[in-house]
């Protein structure tokens, strides 16, 4: 059993620590099913400057191990980003839990729907949170390529189990 869990809000010095998990995550969790053009792009689009930026203008926060940075998330307004475990903590409830601090702190905060965009590896974990598909979508990005992904959203009602 894993212990020592403790989820808190992100500050500025685990940046280095959670652009690396999040890069990690992409390298190992996305390379099947998204072109090379894709995974720039999704690292491009979670650079450093981003990650601050939503830190200082939302609520992001971090999920630890035994001291380690093995999960992130981040609420922008109704929006949920960035929400990244570690593949090898994956599938062991640790972005349910992730999910469940963000969708509580919106809903305290009056915010009762929340969207997000699913990438084709995340779908099935949003799905299983009760987050429904508004459309299928795509970004044209270099090399004619397209990095495909899902418009998501869900109702909150205090409920986040």
């Known amino acids: 059993m894993i212990r020592n869990i403790k989820l808190r809000e992100f500050r500025g010095e685990n940046l280095e620590a959670v652009k690396r998990l999040i890069y990690k995550t992409i390298d190992v969790s996305y390379h099947e099913v998204y072109p ?23 609520y992001a926060i971090i999920l630890e191990c035994n001291g380690k940075i093995i999960g992130t998330g981040t609420l922008l307004g109704t929006n949920i980003r960035r929400v990244f475990i570690d593949p ?19 809903f305290v905060n009056g915010i009762s729907f929340l969207d997000l965009s699913a990438s084709l590896v995340s779908k099935r974990f949003y799905d299983s949170l009760g987050y429904i598909i508004q459309k299928e979508d795509y970004i044209p990005i270099r090399n004619k390529q397209k990095l495909s992904y899902y ?8 409920n986040t189990s």
């Open 36 to 58: 090379e053009e894709a995974i720039e792009y999704f690292k491009d689009y979670h650079s450093e400057e981003q990650i601050l930026g939503d830190g200082r203008e939302g």
């Open 151 to 158: 418009a998501m959203v869900k109702k909150l009602d205090g």
């Open 88 to 106: 090898s903590y994956q599938y062991k409830g640790f972005g349910k839990l992730v999910m469940r601090k963000l969708e509580e702190h919106a």
